[in-house]
C-alpha cells in the first residue's frame, strides 16, 4: 500500500540552530500534505498545510517564519524549523493526502533541542 | 481547527475484553476517521465511516456514528497486548484531519 517516510526519525539539536525534517510519499503523487505537531500524552495539532507548488497554508498561532515549509515536488515536503528553541522539542508528523484514500501518515520526527 | 472530544481518556482492560471509547465533535463531517498511534510513532488509519453510514465494521472493530448527537464509538472486540495504544477520532472537513483528545488503552496479557 501507499507509505509516506519521515526523515529523521529523531534528532537532537542546540538551541539556536535549524533542523530539517523531510516528509515523502514513495508511491503516489501527494498534492497536498500536512505537517503536525504533538506534545506528550496529546493529541495532534495541525500546524500547516502544504501545496506543491505554492505557500503553505498556517493555522491560526503557528509562526510561519518559525516553521518553513517548502512542497517543491510532488513527493516530497520539508518542514524546517529554524532558530530551534527548547520549547520547540516536540513530536512532528506529516502526512499526505491521497485521492479518495484516508490520510497516510509518516512515522514522526521526535525533535529535541537542548 | 475544531477537535473532538473523547472518551475516556484512558482505559486498562484484560486481554480478551471488549474496549469501547466515545468521540464527540463539533461541527458538520464529510466523514470521521479513526486512528491509532503505537507510542512515539506515526497514526495508522483504522476505518472511516462517512456521515450518511451508521456502522461499519473492519475485523475486531466496530464503529458507529451518530450525526444526530455528533457522536462515534469504536470497540474493540476480544482485545489482545498488541492492542494497546492511543486511538484518536479525527473529523474531515475540506480534507483537513481535526483529532481528538485521543483514548490511551493498555490491555492486560
Known amino acids: 500500500g501507499a507509505v509516506v517516510s519521515q526523515h529523521p526519525s529523531w534528532v537532537i539539536c542546540k538551541s539556536g540552530t535549524s533542523v530539517k525534517i523531510e516528509c515523502r510519499s514513495l508511491?503516489?503523487?501527494?498534492?497536498?500534505m500536512f505537517w503536525y505537531r504533538q506534545f506528550p500524552k496529546q493529541s495532534l495539532m495541525l500546524m500547516a498545510t502544504?501545496?506543491?507548488?505554492?505557500?503553505?497554508?498556517?493555522e491560526q498561532g503557528v509562526e510561519k517564519d518559525k516553521f518553513l515549509i517548502n512542497h517543491a515536488s510532488l513527493t516530497l515536503s520539508t518542514l524546517t524549523v529554524t532558530s530551534a528553541h527548547p520549547e520547540d522539542s516536540s513530536f512532528y508528523i506529516c502526512?499526505?493526502?491521497?485521492?479518495?484514500?484516508?490520510?497516510?501518515f509518516g512515522n514522526g520526527t521526535r525533535l529535541t533541542v537542548t | 481547527s475544531q477537535q473532538g472530544e473523547e472518551d475516556p481518556q484512558a482505559l486498562s482492560i484484560q486481554e480478551g475484553e471488549n474496549a469501547t471509547m466515545n468521540c464527540s465533535y463539533k461541527?458538520?463531517?464529510?466523514?470521521l476517521q479513526w486512528y491509532r498511534q503505537n507510542s512515539g510513532r506515526g497514526l495508522v488509519h483504522l476505518i472511516l465511516i462517512r456521515s450518511n453510514e451508521r456502522e461499519k465494521h473492519s475485523g475486531r472493530l466496530r464503529v458507529t456514528l451518530d450525526t444526530s448527537k455528533k457522536s462515534s464509538s469504536l470497540l474493540i472486540t476480544a482485545s489482545r497486548a498488541a492492542d494497546t495504544a492511543s486511538y484518536f477520532c479525527?473529523?474531515?472537513?475540506?480534507?483537513?484531519?481535526?483529532f481528538g483528545a485521543g483514548t490511551t488503552v493498555t490491555v492486560r496479557a
Open positions: 502526512s499526505a493526502l491521497r485521492t479518495d484514500s484516508p490520510l497516510h
Open positions: 508511491d503516489f503523487q501527494a498534492t497536498t
Open positions: 479525527a473529523q474531515v472537513n475540506d480534507y483537513k484531519l481535526s
Open positions: 461541527t458538520s463531517i464529510n466523514n
Open positions: 502544504s501545496n506543491e507548488g505554492s505557500k503553505a497554508t498556517y
